[in-house]
T-cell receptor
Framework: GQNIDQPTEMTATEGAIVQINCTYQ??????LFWYQQHAGEAPTFLSY????GLEEKGRFSSFLSRSKGYSYLLLKELQMKDSASYLC??????????FGQGTELSVKP | SAVISQKPSRDICQRGTSLTIQCQVD?????MFWYRQQPGQSLTLIAT?????????ESGFVIDKFPISRPNLTFSTLTVSNMSPEDSSIYLC???????????FGSGTQLSVL
């Protein structure tokens, strides 16, 4: 079966660092995506990991361990505008993505 | 990144009617997909829109309920047929970028069925 788990919601303080975890069990694996979705808007691409390790892109970093079926998204220097839902998604190829339920992040002043 | 125009952006429909959603991309793309996002839920793939042939549907979705057209490499439509309140969702068109890695989404269609 296909299973992608992430926490339902998290709260963090402006200026802090937050880590959003994602574990997956899928029948195939070509890569893992993280998307950001603000309320009422479409998801926007944040990162794509294929190999083990950390990918850093500005304030956002994403880590992947294929052997452990585990990824995390790290957000640094949190801003109020980072309040959104963060979606972990796995692809087994062909452009098809399986999404987790999403983590609703609330950034407080 | 591809620019994806989706319309209508929202609609309120009566039970038993059908709605066709259009998706236009600013460049030719190989892969186009339709997703559904039910209230409070994550995204679920409905089908892959294949150019010049029948769409490929995921488990739980059938052509009679969600007919899809893809007449060329820049355009696709999704019809939600014989609607019921359970069809109230956001419907999203998406395309695979030129690197065949990133998936880009249209702005979505918020559908409410009364």
């Amino acid at each position: 079966g296909q299973n992608i788990d992430q926490p339902t919601e998290m709260t963090a303080t402006e200026g802090a660092i937050v880590q959003i975890n994602c574990t997956y069990q899928t029948s195939g694996f070509n890569g893992l995506f993280w998307y950001q979705q603000h309320a009422g808007e479409a998801p926007t691409f944040l990162s794509y990991n294929v190999l083990d390790g950390l990918e850093e892109k500005g304030r956002f970093s994403s880590f992947l361990s294929r052997s452990k079926g585990y990824s995390y998204l790290l957000l640094k220097e949190l801003q109020m505008k980072d309040s959104a839902s963060y979606l972990c998604a796995v692809t087994s190829g062909g452009g098809k993505l399986i999404f987790g339920q999403g983590t609703e992040l609330s950034v407080k002043p | 990144s591809a620019v994806i125009s989706q319309k209508p952006s929202r609609d309120i429909c009566q039970r038993g009617t059908s709605l066709t959603i259009q998706c236009q991309v600013d460049s030719q793309v190989t892969m186009m997909f339709w997703y559904r996002q039910q209230p409070g839920q994550s995204l679920t793939l409905i089908a892959t829109a294949n150019q010049g042939s029948e769409a490929t549907y995921e488990s739980g979705f059938v052509i009679d309920k969600f007919p899809i057209s893809r007449p060329n490499l820049t355009f696709s439509t999704l019809t939600v047929s014989n609607m019921s309140p359970e069809d109230s969702s956001i419907y999203l068109c998406s395309v695979l970028g030129r690197s065949n890695e990133k998936l880009f989404f249209g702005s979505g269609t918020q559908l409410s069925v009364l």
